[in-house]
């Protein structure tokens, strides 16, 4: 898969959290940031296979967070995202899940992905 294709799904992807998100379902908004950011996340793998389908973003983030080789800052927003909510469904920490999507896609493609995206999903 093209990289400006990869971008246009990842942008896709936030907006459907957006939009999630403003339909009061925080739970779902979280796993579209959640699968947006690990796709993203998938390309530092040194296995890391651009022919391949999309593949498993919960995974991607998982290895991103013990991958010392990367800021304590950027994996503390994969671990994040990658923590399961309590059993009265909260989290153990405040957290904006977008705001943390948003950084690790920012730390992949840089600070102008979403520009980008927005061309390759035009063309």
Same mark, same amino acid.
């Given at each position: ?9 990842? !942008? %896709? =992807? ?7 998100? @403003? $339909? ?9 940031? #959640? ?21 498993? !973003? %919960? =995974? ?7 991958? @010392? $080789? ?9 671990? #994040? ?22 950084? %690790? ?19």
């Amino acid at each position: 898969m093209r990289s400006s294709e990869l971008r246009s799904i990842i !942008a %896709l =992807e936030m907006s459907e959290g957006l939009a999630s998100r @403003t $339909r009061g379902q925080e739970g779902r908004a979280r796993v579209c940031f #959640r699968r947006a950011a690990g796709w993203a996340i998938a390309t530092l793998h040194p296995d890391y296979d651009q022919s391949a389908s999309l593949g498993n !973003a %919960l =995974e991607a983030l998982i290895w991103f967070t013990g991958d @010392t $080789r990367y800021e304590r800052e950027v994996r503390g927003s994969a671990r #994040r995202l990658t923590t399961r909510i309590t059993s009265d469904h909260t989290l153990p920490f405040e957290q904006d899940p977008h705001a943390d999507a948003d950084r %690790l896609i920012e730390f992949v493609f840089g600070e102008d992905w979403r520009m980008i995206s927005e061309e390759g999903a035009r063309k």
